[in-house]
């Protein structure tokens, strides 16, 4: 019989009491949304946490790159105990950024999406080869307390920032509603913060990198697979449409 992996396993369980350093009473657990992995919000009598079973094999990877995140101060969930393939992390309370940016349409999340991923890229690795997220989709960020949160850190690993940048951006404009005039304003004040933090010029080199997560995006959402592609032609050969 197959196994249900919408459920705590026992595995899960030990994590959940070592993490909190006694026995636990359940209060509710809800199963959020997650491509590759299970992660539950669990309330207890203790505190809220979050519980990530790895399906992948990268809790050991995900665990040691959120503590280099807290080490260097990013804001990320602090990761209370690995066991077993399972994390414990802290709970962070707040508003998703694909919310913030797809429904309400704002500029300030946009700003704070640009300011965390140029300090994640300023402080993540050891002197040499940029560390990036890899997994720069608008999904993995939350805003708490006027500070923006990165999530899903299992896929950090050396790289060319820009390539976050350009996923981040085609998250943004692949969202629906897609490739509306004020999502390009949206990513255009991403992209002048994260120049302002960084120093480096990003509205012209990142569009190879839109472009290749545009066409990445096509090959899983058949209903809009053709405006992901028409895009992505269009952001290599044209460059940034003009809008009036």
């Known amino acids: 019989m197959s196994q249900d992996l919408t459920l705590m396993d026992s595995a899960g369980w030990s994590a ?26 669990v309330e207890t009598d203790v505190r809220p946490v979050v519980l990530k079973r790895s399906l992948c094999g990268r809790a050991e990877k995900e ?28 709970y962070i309370p707040g508003e998703r950024c694909d919310a913030l940016v797809n429904h309400l349409f704002s500029s300030k999340a ?41 999530f899903d850190l299992e896929d950090a690993s050396e790289g060319d920032p820009l390539d976050d940048v350009g996923k981040l951006l ?9 490739f509306t005039p004020v999502k390009f304003d949206i990513c255009m004040r991403l992209l002048e913060t994260y120049e302002g933090e960084t120093g480096m010029e990003a509205r ?3 569009r190879p990198h839109i472009a290749k997560h545009l066409r990445l995006s096509a090959t899983t ?24």
């Open 16 to 41: 959940l009491r070592s993490a909190l350093n006694q026995r636990v009473v359940l209060i509710n657990e809800a199963l959020i949304p997650s491509k590759r992995n299970r992660v539950w919000i």
């Open 63 to 90: 665990f040691a790159s959120l503590m280099s995140a807290r080490k260097a101060g990013l804001d990320v969930p602090f990761p209370l105990l690995l066991s077993d393939n399972h994390i414990v992390m802290e």
């Open 110 to 150: 946009a700003e704070n999406l640009a300011k965390w991923l140029a300090r994640f890229h300023e402080h993540m690795g050891d002197g040499g080869m940029p560390v990036i997220m890899a997994d720069a989709e608008l999904s993995n960020f939350m805003v708490w307390d006027d500070k923006v949160y990165g």
């Open 170 to 178: 085609a998250s943004i404009l692949g969202s629906e509603p897609v």
């Open 204 to 206: 012209e080199s990142v």
């Open 221 to 244: 959402r058949p209903l809009f697979r053709k405006v992901l592609l028409d895009a992505a032609r269009t952001f290599e050969s044209a460059g940034w449409p003009t809008l009036a």
